[in-house]
């Protein structure tokens, strides 16, 4: 047996040698949450990418509440590291170390679209205000409070931040303090939430290890962070997780936040009974769906392409649609071509390329698509990659290149956007189908749209 005297191992020794870092978090769309690969979440896959760095196992456990979590991670035997969307801040210094940052965020007051907006401090007097209890948002309204007791808050440790913006969404509460990040990632989700102001300076998130004087992990930690912000893999997280806004605009966001609401769940049923028969996810049907056609039965596009799934003519015949108007037919069929058109595809293309690709052909058809791999071959480009083929296609609508080609000219753009929209929809979809969106009726997989059947829907926006 070891005496006291000998020396211990450090930290990070210890998660070497039993081969595992075992990390806290919190349960939320920002944090971590089971999608439709397992877990995933912007600081799971961040710290994934860490323990795989060490060469170690990583093993994630939820807290409660944040006085949960960091309670956890002081225990003897508990979590080392909490990667949880921490903001550091004074009083928490006291209990944790915080490492570099690798998030700036923005504390956001958070009101309902038709309410008045509430434009400083004092305006939040007599308004109905909850956040997250023991989060910084709470340190910041106590603060407040003291130069101005007529505002009350309260604290509630039963809700994460998306039920917050979902209270304001419904009008049960007024107003919510939340982080910008938050804010991007949910714009998507709900239509009626609106940033009134910022309260205070932007801060950052960082992770944060056991109070204590063994600096090896938290070096590590440093070391790795500053690494993935050199290489673009924070960058890249980033939009991933949190550039909807920027990628779709503010107004886009807002409109699918809308027709995820008021179009989507006319559909969903047939969505789900279509993949399902052609052993496709839904939620990608669905998203190519959104992209052709904003999920709208009766459009028709310039060249006379018809239809929810948008069909030709002719793929319509091959799948056994007669009324491309009807939304029913024009999913089965999107869903049938979708699938045949993957099966074809060569065998060389693996998964998740292979989506991609099956996509870019729903839209380009597979012959354009076979003369952009052969493209991407000559120029010693990977054609199995999609990555490399994507960079080929814009070149078929250039004399120089398709004038080589097998099938000639195509509107090869078309496709790179088409994909690039369908995966930034599907990733999104993705996560407000996941049960941490749907309040109390967790039912896997489904939608649960908040307000829903709850009131009329405004009158929707028929264009395109
Ligand atoms: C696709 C067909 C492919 C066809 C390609 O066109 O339609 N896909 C479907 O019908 C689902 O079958 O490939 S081919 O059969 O090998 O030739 C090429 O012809 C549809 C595309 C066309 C596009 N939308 C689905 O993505 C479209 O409507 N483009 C026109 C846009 S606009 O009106 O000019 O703005």
Request: proline letters at 4%.
């Amino acid at each position: 047996m070891l005496s006291a005297c000998v020396d211990k191992p450090s930290t990070l020794e210890r998660i070497k040698e039993d081969g595992v870092l075992r990390v806290i978090t919190r349960n939320s769309p920002a944090t971590y949450f089971q999608d439709r690969n397992g877990e995933t979440g912007f600081e799971y896959e961040l710290v994934k990418r860490f323990a795989d760095d060490l060469g170690v196992k990583l093993e994630i456990e939820t807290a409660d509440n944040l006085d949960d979590l960091f309670g956890q991670l002081g225990k003897p035997n508990g979590p080392v590291l909490a990667a949880a969307g921490l903001v550091s801040s004074e009083r928490r210094k006291q209990q944790v170390r915080f490492s570099h940052p690798y998030l700036e965020v923005t504390p956001q007051i958070i009101y309902r679209n038709g309410q008045s907006r509430p434009t400083n401090a004092a305006d939040l007097a007599g308004k109905k205000i909850i956040v997250l209890k023991g989060s910084t948002h709470a340190e910041q309204l106590a603060e407040l409070k003291k130069q101005n007791p007529a505002i009350e808050y309260e604290e509630s440790d039963a809700v994460e931040v998306v039920d917050l913006l979902r209270m304001v969404d419904e009008g049960q509460i007024d107003l919510t303090l939340v982080d910008s990040n938050e804010v991007a990632m949910n714009q998507v989700y709900f239509p009626n939430v609106r940033v009134a102001f910022d309260l205070g300076d932007a801060s950052n998130q960082s992770w944060a290890v056991a109070a204590g004087e063994d600096n090896s992990l938290l070096n590590e930690v440093n070391s790795y962070l500053d690494k993935v912000g050199k290489n673009g893999t924070l960058q890249r997280l980033k939009d991933r997780y949190y550039g909807h806004v920027d990628v779709l605009g503010y107004m886009g966001a807002y409109t699918f936040a809308q027709h995820l609401q008021q179009r989507l769940p006319k559909y969903e049923k047939h969505f789900k009974t279509f993949a399902k028969e052609e052993k496709v996810d839904w939620r990608l049907l669905a998203a190519i769906g959104y992209q052709e056609s904003l999920w709208q039965p009766a459009v028709t596009s310039k060249t006379g392409v018809r239809g929810l799934m948008m069909l030709t003519q002719n793929t319509a015949q091959a799948m056994g649609v007669s009324n491309r108007l009807d939304a029913k037919q024009s999913i089965m069929g999107g869903a049938k071509y979708l699938a045949k058109i993957k099966d074809e595809l060569d065998d060389d293309i693996a998964e998740p390329d292979r989506t991609w690709f099956a996509l870019a052909a729903y839209n380009v058809g597979t012959g354009h698509l076979d003369d952009a791999r052969k493209l991407a071959q000559k120029d010693g480009l990977n054609p199995n990659k999609w990555l490399d083929v994507k960079k080929m296609l814009p070149r078929l609508s250039q004399k120089q290149w398709y004038s080589k080609t097998r099938y000639g000219y195509a509107r090869g753009g078309e496709p790179v956007h088409f994909v690039a929209n369908i995966r930034r929809y599907y990733d999104i979809l993705t996560w407000v189908t996941q049960p941490q969106l749907e309040g109390n009726q967790v039912v896997e997989g489904n939608l649960h749209v908040p307000g829903v059947n709850k009131t009329k829907p405004p009158e929707e926006n028929p264009q395109l």
